[in-house]
Structure formats: structure tokens, C-alpha cells
């Protein structure tokens, strides 16, 4: 008996399985098998070619999504463009015409011929930039396609062949023109005329993508339904009043639509409904024959929501919205929607003359990375953009600003945002610099051409419509921008702020541009954004800027062991700089990889030796500036600032300038400077005033926190300076002690470390911040004579698959001063990428242990951790 239930239970489970499987399957990917060759070499026309036994067999294999250069490094028909000069050695569409990347792309998929009504769709996400579209003979888009940022849909159930055998054939054609990649910034910026991508022509930030990243870049999926197509959910949540992070919530609102699109000859009755925490919203309708139907919901009251907030502010609750079309009791296509319930809203402050942010009624601080796209070559994965968001939360920002020179980022990087509580702060397809702002001799046109860009402004307008639908529900969206430091053209700015994103969003702000007075009130002059390179600590804590500042930085040399992944031996030349001249020697391969100058401010560790020593030495320079960066906008927070956005967190491509990590997704020290600076509870000495000050980014006011300060010497001798119970309010910053007599007295000779903590009632450790600040005379005289470390390394794997590393520093020791952790192959002894680190480039004072848990998204087999430091050469630690 209890055999044959457990037969009965087994069939059962394997029958919803199937079921289950039958509906996963209603739509898949083609994103394997994909044959290219030069358009060029086939004398056949798309009819011929899509037909079975065409002359396709011997193509090269293609990269689908990816673009031609993809697919010709994949091949090896050209050196890999990240590395060395070898962009140098790839001919530039400019200079070859076209034709000469244009190219066919052909696929045979298998795929029944639908029966009782069912309906067959084949769906491109993105191409780059014009295709025609063919499949088993026959031409499926009238028109041509035209436009990068524009998804396309066409119902292929008439073109499917009974014997269920496909071929699809397209043709794509790069942008047209492509722009003279010159120099300037977007070349001559005629990329710019097109609705594409700019950087490709080139920025200062990037060379040249030789063949301006044409292909069929992003998802092609074969979707089946049943009569009606349900496109384009659209959920809004509503929270209205000021929440808090815990206790019993008032419900949120939640609004819901969708489109229906009918096919067929005939009216379609049916029921569109979701699911949501276990209830049931639906809505009886009728669909007209060869129609697209957009029919809304009643709104939904959700009791006790679980909410969603930004990172360092409570958790990324998310639900899942089941949405569906029902004929007969059957479901003819459903959509599912991620779902954070929260609401965004924005208003002016006035005492920063600056827009401010508020998430559930509360404000927020915002403390933002810029952010380009994730791969200069469009190779993007789920996988690499989980990787980038989550190393932004690591640095503890709130929000990441994707660039005008770029794109609408991809649903996939939203979800990231959505999971790691990241808002995102979305620019539309437009820059000064290629459209007209300034005068500028790199550029074919003059200003007046030059603010009409893009040729097309209906296809612009068109694809904007698209781009918000697509990725419209996120909960981590919080601004639309009209554009990178310019707004459109006025045809194209007025459809949008007053027609578009009423219609189609409506909840979000939309700011013009991004350095806009309406985001930013400019009384200083300027451009609005900025400085970018290396800034005296100075300007950070001391100089008053742009309230809202949407650009400043520029920093990120990252270490040796980085720069040798694309960087040729021969050469791996420190820079040298001239303090008489004021000026530096760059190698042609740093120069190339858009080097950004550190000027002055290695010297004072001691002339840069070498190449690795100057890139270990650009650690502590990279660390000190995103920390004084972020401490000096949080110590004006809400009196002179309402938030501020670095420019940049990462690099697309290998440069050497601007990011937290590198093109391999290897961390530097900007990052665990920024991760220090940005805490949401954080200690912080002002060094030009003196003044210690607590820093409380959250919800919460902070009672009974015991602020302690402390100098070590060179030597290890610990003299604490005071240690006193203070109290931080929400959402505020506060100075509590001067202490800038003793510590300068106590920095005159060697220089000093300056230790400040902050612990709780229960004396745990809350925060800690440990400065190493300059002699008299401005140099790390001690520094550089500081005693051989003796910390003291363990390593243990954990049960939920973390490593915690244990770094103890015996009593009356020297300070282990910045030291490096990193996952290595235990074989071969190279880092392992990417891995996540609770902290790093840590310093231990003497007689004091501290914990780093290390989160490895790759499995090896025998894991070792590496371990270096300023006085600590490096060992190789066992993981027990």
C-alpha cells in the first residue's frame, strides 16, 4: 500500500513537473547556433538564404547577442582590443566603409506550427543598428528596422514551417554615419546623429569600438501564447505618509495594467487578473480583432506591505506579481513582475537650493556612483551585472546615475538595483559634449547642426516610449534624465517631460539634464559638475560646490597585479612627474589606457621605485581620496548638499581612471575607501578644522554610542585622546570634539595614526576609522621607516559558504598597516574573480584582532587567501 501511494505521489509530482515545464518553456532564448559571414562574401538574398539547405553551413560561428566584433574575437580574426595597443590593430569602420562590418546572421531553430488559435512570436530585444529580417524564405519585418534602443516583435505563426525545421536569416547594418573617431570626445560626433550608443567613437575614457558595436546585441526570444499576447505589465505602488523601517505597515496601493494584443480575425473574450501575496485582482474583457488593448486593474489595497528600501536604509523586500490573460478558464499568456513596494517622490530643499530625494516619506542622503554600462563590447550576463551592483553596495552608496552616452540599462541590471537596493538614476541618450553644448574644434559640425542631433526625433521618441515600458516597474528607478549635461532638442524634451512620461510612468521626477539647475541651482559658475582627478583633501571637506553635484572624481589605478592583465611587460613604466614642470612622463600604453595623473601626491610615500610600486602606492591615495570625498559632501549634508554622485565607479573597457574596480572585476582601494567614507553610521576627523564628527545615514536616532579617539606612533605606542557618550539624531551629522592641536603635535615629527571608534551600549564596535596623517612637513616620513608587521593570519570556511579571516595583531606590534586580502587559485596563486570582501586594505592596531568575511562567487577547488600589506610582504594562508 505504501508503495503504491508513493507510485501514485511520484507520477503525480512528475505531471505537475511536466506541466510546470510545458509553461517555462513558452518562451526561450535563441541564443546558441548562430552562424555570421560578411555581407560581402554572400551574393543570395535574405529569401534565398533562409530557405533549408542554403549555402550556410561553412559561416563562422556568431556571437548572438553580442555584436561583429564579439564574434571576431571569439574567432580570433582579431587581437583582443582590452589589451595593449591591439585596438590599433583593428580597422576602424571610418576607414573601411560599412560594408565592411556589415553582416548576415542566420539560426535554424525547431518550432512546430501552432494549432487551435496558438500564436508564435519572434522578438529582438536590440539591434544594432538597421536589419532586415527574414525566416523560411520569406521577409518578416515590412519595414526595415532602424534604431539601437527600439524592441521588435513580430507574430510568425503564418511563417512557421509544418515540419517544425526554421531558418532565420538578418541582416544588420552598423549605424550610419559612424562617426570620425578623432580624438574628441565621441569623435567628430556624428555617432551622435543616430539613436545609439556615443562612446563608441571614443570619450576620455575609452578608445574607439571599431565596429561601433554592431550586431544583434541583446535577447532574441521565441515566445508562444495562445490567442491574445499580454505585453507590457505595468504595477505602481503607492505608499503614501512617512513609513518606518519596522512594526505593522498602513496598506500601499498598488495600481496594475497591462496590454493585450489580438491577432486573430475575431473578437477574444477573456479575464485579465494577478496574484499578489495570495490575492486576486481581475477584470472581465473583450478584445477586438487585430487590435492592442491597454486595460487596467482595480487598485488593490496591500495590507501590512513588507516595503522596499534603498541600501543602508532597511531591506530590499521584493514580491512576486503573477500576471495573466485566462480564455476559458485556460491562460493564453502571463508575465511575471518583480515587485518593490515603495514610493519615490522628490521636492526642493531650500536651504541647499537642491532637489532631494525621499523613499516612503523619508529622506535620503544620496551618495551615488556614475556608471557607463557594463561591458564596452556589450558582453553583458546576469551574472557580471550581479557582480558590479553588488560591489556598488559594498562601497555603501544608495544610488548608481547610467550615463547619456550609453543606454537605457538592461531589465537584468534593474533587477540587480532591485536585489542590492541600489536607485537608479536613468539618463536618456544625449551629451553636450556630441550635441552642441560647446564649442569644439574635434567635432564635423558646428553647435547650431550639432543641437539637432538625432536626425530621426521621431524614432528617438519612439524609442524612449519603448525603453520606459521595458524597465518601468522597477522598484530601484528612481530619476529619468533628459540627458548628459544638455537636454534634447525642445521637440523632443517637450513629448517627453509633458506627453511620455505622464502617460507611460508618470511617478518617477524627470529632470531636463543632468547638472540642471532644476536638479542643482548653480550661483557659482561653471559647468555644475566636476572637479575630476586628484583634489587636495581640501576641496572635499573645505570647498563649497554644487549642492547636488551629478560629477566629481575621476582617480582608479588599480594594483599590479591588475594593471599586468592588460598591460605588456615592456611596458610597465611607473610615470614619472616633474614638481618643477608640474607635469608627467606616461608610457604610449598607460597613455593610451587613458592614464589620469597623480601628479604630486605619490611623492610624499616615497618616489614611486618601480611600476608595482607605484600602483601600491596609489592604493593609499586612491583610498584617502573617495573617503575624504564622501566624508566631505556627508559633513554639509542637508546644509550645503543634498547628495552627490562620483564620477566614475567602473570602467566598460581596461582604462586606467575612474572606478572602484577593475574591467576584470577586481576591487582597488577606492572601493574600501569609499566603503569607509560612505557607512551609514560612520566616524570621521576633519583635518582642517579638526573637529570629529558622527555621521548617522539612517532612520534611526543612535543613543548611548561611546565615540572614542586614539593616536598610535610609528612605533605602536597607543595614547587614547578622549572617549565620551554622544548621541546621533536620524538623517544627520554632528561634531562633537576638536581635536586638531594634539593630533597636529603628535603628527609633527613621523606623522600619525589617528584611530576613531564608535561603539554601543554593549561595547560593540559600530564603526572605526583609522587615519594615517602626514609630518609637518606633509610627508609619511614614519611611514616610510615603519617597522615589519607581525600580523597574524587564520582562515576558516563557514557553513553558509563564506570565508572568515581572523587578523590578529599582537600587543606592543607596530601598526599592520593596509593590508590587501585576496582569494587566490592555491595552484597557480591568481586571484580568484570576482570575490567580495566585508572589508578590506585593513589596518590592525596593536593588541587588537579584527574579522573580514569573504564571499566567493567562484568555486576552485583549493582555495588559498594571499595576504600583503604596507610592512607585511605577502603569504600565502591556508583556508581550514
Request: charged share 20%.
Amino acid at each position: 500500500m505504501k508503495k503504491s501511494l508513493k507510485a501514485v505521489l511520484h507520477a503525480v509530482f512528475i505531471g505537475v513537473f511536466l506541466v510546470a515545464s510545458a509553461k517555462a518553456q513558452t518562451s526561450y532564448e535563441l541564443n546558441s547556433g548562430w552562424k555570421c559571414t560578411q555581407v560581402t562574401e554572400v551574393k543570395a538574398d535574405g529569401i534565398a538564404l533562409s530557405q533549408p539547405n542554403s549555402a550556410t553551413q561553412n559561416w563562422m560561428p556568431a556571437t548572438v547577442p553580442g555584436t561583429v566584433l564579439t564574434t571576431l574575437l571569439n574567432n580570433k580574426k582579431v587581437p583582443d582590443p582590452f589589451y595593449g595597443m591591439n585596438n590599433e590593430r583593428i580597422k576602424d569602420i571610418y576607414n573601411t566603409g560599412r560594408d565592411y562590418y556589415t553582416y548576415w546572421f542566420v539560426k535554424d531553430f525547431d518550432e512546430a506550427a501552432p494549432t487551435n488559435g496558438r500564436q508564435v512570436y519572434l522578438n529582438f530585444r536590440g539591434i544594432n543598428y538597421s536589419a532586415e529580417i527574414y525566416l523560411n524564405g520569406k521577409k518578416v519585418n515590412p519595414k526595415t528596422h532602424v534604431g539601437m534602443f527600439l524592441r521588435e516583435s513580430y507574430n510568425i505563426t503564418s511563417f512557421i514551417n509544418k515540419n517544425g525545421k526554421n531558418l532565420l536569416a538578418v541582416l544588420v547594418y552598423p549605424p550610419n554615419p559612424v562617426g570620425n573617431p578623432n580624438g574628441g570626445q565621441g569623435g567628430d560626433g556624428r555617432i551622435a546623429k543616430g539613436v545609439g550608443l556615443q562612446y563608441t567613437a571614443g570619450w576620455d575614457w575609452i578608445q574607439p569600438m571599431r565596429d561601433r558595436n554592431t550586431g544583434i546585441w541583446d535577447k532574441v526570444t521565441i515566445e508562444k501564447t495562445g490567442e491574445i499576447n499580454l505585453k507590457n505589465p505595468h504595477v505602481i505602488t503607492l505608499v503614501p505618509g512617512v513609513r518606518k523601517i519596522a512594526g505593522i505597515q498602513q496598506p500601499a496601493i498598488i495600481k496594475a495594467s497591462a496590454e493585450l494584443q489580438n491577432p486573430t480575425n475575431h473578437t477574444v473574450k477573456g479575464v485579465l487578473q494577478y496574484v499578489l501575496d495570495g490575492s486576486t485582482v481581475s477584470k472581465s474583457v473583450a478584445i477586438q480583432p487585430h487590435t492592442t488593448t491597454e486595460v487596467s486593474l482595480a487598485d488593490f489595497s496591500l495590507k501590512n506591505p513588507k516595503l522596499w528600501w534603498p541600501n543602508g536604509y532597511g531591506p530590499q523586500n521584493l514580491y512576486n506579481l503573477k500576471m495573466s490573460f485566462l480564455v476559458g478558464g485556460s491562460v493564453s499568456d502571463q508575465e511575471n513582475v518583480s515587485v518593490g513596494v515603495r514610493e519615490i517622490s522628490s521636492e526642493w530643499n531650500t536651504e541647499t537650493h537642491s532637489r532631494q530625494i525621499n523613499v516612503n516619506g523619508q529622506k535620503v542622503f544620496i551618495k551615488g556612483g556614475n556608471w557607463i554600462i557594463s561591458d564596452a563590447m556589450l558582453r553583458f550576463s546576469d551574472a557580471r551585472y550581479d557582480a558590479e551592483v553588488h560591489f556598488h553596495r559594498d562601497m555603501n552608496l544608495n544610488l548608481i546615475r547610467v550615463w547619456g552616452g550609453a543606454l537605457v540599462e538592461r531589465p537584468e541590471f534593474y533587477a540587480a538595483c532591485d536585489k542590492y537596493g541600489l536607485l537608479v538614476f536613468q539618463d536618456f541618450w544625449i551629451s553636450g559634449d556630441a550635441n552642441g553644448k560647446w564649442v569644439d574644434p574635434a567635432k564635423a559640425d558646428d553647435q547650431w547642426t550639432r543641437r539637432k542631433y538625432p536626425d530621426d526625433h521621431a524614432l528617438y521618441l519612439k524609442s524612449v516610449s519603448d525603453q520606459i515600458k521595458l524597465v518601468r516597474n522597477h522598484a530601484s528607478l528612481a530619476i529619468w534624465c533628459g540627458g548628459n549635461e544638455i537636454t534634447p532638442p525642445e521637440d523632443i524634451l517637450l513629448a517627453v517631460r509633458d506627453t511620455i512620461m505622464p502617460k507611460l510612468d508618470g511617478t518617477r521626477w524627470f529632470v531636463d539634464y543632468s547638472n540642471s539647475d532644476k536638479m542643482s541651482l548653480n550661483t557659482m559658475g561653471g559647468n555644475g559638475d566636476g572637479p575630476y582627478g586628484i583634489q587636495p583633501l581640501s576641496a572635499f571637506w573645505v570647498d563649497r560646490t554644487w549642492p547636488f553635484n551629478s560629477e566629481v572624481g575621476s582617480v582608479g589605478v588599480s594594483d599590479y597585479e591588475s594593471l599586468q592583465r592588460f598591460i605588456p611587460e615592456k611596458n610597465m613604466v611607473a610615470p614619472q612627474y616633474s614638481a618643477e614642470k608640474k607635469s608627467s612622463k606616461v608610457d604610449s600604453v598607460w597613455d593610451y589606457h587613458k592614464y589620469i595623473g597623480y601628479d604630486a601626491s605619490i611623492d610624499p610615500y616615497g618616489k614611486a621605485e618601480s611600476a608595482k610600486d607605484f600602483a601600491a602606492k596609489a592604493q593609499l591615495v586612491n583610498y584617502d581620496q573617495y573617503r575624504a570625498l564622501m566624508e566631505g559632501f556627508s559633513s554639509h549634508m542637508w546644509s550645503w548638499y543634498t547628495g552627490t554622485i562620483i564620477w566614475k565607479t567602473q570602467n566598460p573597457w581596461t582604462a586606467m581612471r575612474g572606478q572602484m574596480y577593475d574591467y576584470y572585476l577586481d576591487p582597488n582601494a577606492c572601493l574600501y575607501g569609499l566603503h569607509s567614507g560612505s557607512e551609514p553610521l560612520h566616524v570621521m576627523y576633519n583635518q582642517f578644522t579638526g573637529m570629529v564628527s558622527v555621521v548617522n545615514n539612517t532612520f534611526e536616532t543612535k543613543r548611548d554610542l561611546m565615540l572614542t579617539a586614539r593616536t598610535i606612533d610609528m612605533n605602536g605606542a597607543d595614547s587614547l585622546l578622549t572617549q565620551v557618550f554622544v548621541e546621533a539624531q536620524a538623517s544627520s551629522v554632528k561634531g562633537f570634539v576638536s581635536l586638531k592641536r594634539v593630533v597636529e603635535r603628535r603628527a609633527k615629527s613621523k606623522g600619525v595614526f589617528l584611530c576613531l571608534q564608535i561603539f554601543d551600549k554593549n561595547k560593540n564596535k559600530l564603526s572605526e576609522n583609522i587615519y594615517w596623517l602626514p609630518d609637518a612637513n606633509g610627508n609619511h616620513s614614519g611611514l616610510q621607516k615603519l617597522a615589519a608587521s607581525q600580523l597574524q593570519t587564520s582562515a576558516q570556511k563557514l557553513n553558509n559558504g563564506k570565508i572568515e579571516v581572523t587578523l590578529s595583531n599582537p600587543a606592543k606590534a607596530p601598526m599592520a598597516f593596509f593590508n590587501r586580502l585576496s582569494l587566490v587559485d592555491g595552484s597557480t596563486h591568481n586571484r580568484v574573480l570576482p570575490v567580495f570582501y566585508s572589508d578590506n586594505y585593513v589596518s590592525v592596531l596593536p593588541g587588537e584582532t579584527k574579522k573580514i568575511l569573504v564571499e566567493n562567487a567562484s568555486k576552485i577547488n583549493n582555495p588559498q587567501l594571499s595576504v600583503s600589506g604596507w610592512n607585511l610582504s605577502e603569504q600565502f594562508i591556508h583556508i581550514n
